[in-house]
């Protein structure tokens, strides 16, 4: 299923793009797509038998906003330098361990909405991403396969990140990944069903209509599957935490100089092939 949440910004209700991708109400079935849904598998069986129903009430999708598909997150979990071509762009060793840091869950806006450039920022920077949302607790995984079922469904995420702030200013990751909404998610959740293989997605990204990115999940060093079973030795993961799994070659930091960071004015798509595109204005903070 393609879960999503339409509306305005902090009045969003579930709603569900069916087989035809035609945008119909979920409102009247549960109220919200969050963590709880995620983890009660007969709310998840009543939003499959609607869908198939085809009764579900149809939205007029003309000029309706759309919010991040997941309400309610608990923690966003990031890992660093987790493509090998990412890594050799930066200059950087493959890590021997995932690279773990945190992303506050306010940071999450819709996947159109506008992302703002910081103030006195130099070195706003894109990352396409592949999202892993949680569907089942996660505590001391021991294999690969019990890592995957924990797996509620994935969907696109943008890392935006400022480098100055991240690199230059001391300290750890987290100035340069914080600032407000600099983490756009969407348009849909995919549960995990849908999507065979995580290690076989392709990611690409445009600024201003030039492609920067373009690669593909199988080039990830660590896996999906290795990511939620690693991170899971170090905190519990719950339904509705989500895991940003690192993103591909192509960022303004690995450019030659002068590097082409976001200014306000600047236009970013990106998408992941079966699970939605996304596009930003960005306009100073």
């Not at 509306?7 to 569900?16: I, K």
């Not at 969050?34 to 939003?47: E, H, I, N, S, T």
């Not at 200059?91 to 159109?112: C, L, M, N, Q, S």
């Amino acid at each position: 299923m393609k879960l999503l949440r339409v509306g305005t910004a902090g009045s969003e209700r579930p709603a569900l793009l069916d087989a035809e991708g035609i945008l119909r109400d979920l409102s009247g079935v549960v109220p919200d797509i969050d963590g709880a849904l995620l983890a009660d598998d007969a709310a998840l069986g009543r939003v499959r038998a609607a869908a198939e129903s085809g009764e579900l009430p149809v939205l007029d999708a003309d000029g309706l906003r759309v919010g991040p598909p997941l309400a309610r997150i608990g923690k966003i979990v990031c890992i660093g330098l987790n493509y090998h071509d990412h890594a050799r762009e930066t200059g950087a060793e493959p890590p021997a361990e995932p690279v773990i840091f945190f992303k506050a869950a306010d940071t999450v806006v819709g996947p159109d909405d506008t992302v703002l450039v910081p103030r006195g920022s130099v070195k706003t920077d894109w990352e396409v991403e592949l999202a892993v949302v949680i569907g089942r607790t996660a505590r001391y995984l021991e294999s690969h396969e019990e890592a995957l079922a924990r797996v509620a469904g994935y969907a696109v995420a943008h890392d935006v990140s400022e480098r100055e702030f991240q690199i230059e200013r001391g300290g750890t990751w987290d100035k340069g990944k914080n600032c407000e909404t600099f983490n756009p998610l969407g348009p849909w959740l995919v549960t995990a069903d849908e999507v065979s293989d995580p290690q076989d997605l392709s990611l690409k990204l445009w600024v201003n209509g030039e492609l920067k990115q373009d690669g593909t999940t199988a080039e990830q060093i660590f896996s999906v599957a290795e990511v939620v079973r690693y991170v899971s030795q170090f905190m519990t993961l719950y339904p509705g935490d989500v895991i940003n799994t690192g993103t591909p070659a192509g960022v303004a930091l690995g450019r030659p100089e002068p590097k082409p960071y976001l200014r306000g004015g600047d236009v970013v798509e990106l998408e992941i092939g079966g699970l939605g595109r996304q596009r930003q204005e960005f306009k100073p903070a």
